[in-house]
């Protein structure tokens, strides 16, 4: 047995949010905007995004330009 989940996409105060929550006071309004837009607001890379740049130490450039390739 499967569990099929469909997450609607986050909205800015949501993705403004879970910045907050991961302590990104670094990213302005327009890069936080960058990314929603590049990853269509999905919550899982979303998140996925945050926690390389906090726990991993990804810089903000790299993950763009990394996340552009696709």
Known sequence: MSLSLCLPSFNLAQVTVLD???GLQAL???QVLH???LLGGQPYLLNRAFYAMVMEKFPWAKLLTTWQQY
């Open 28 to 30: 302005d309004h327009d």
């Open 20 to 22: 907050d929550k991961y």
């Open 35 to 37: 990314l929603m837009q």
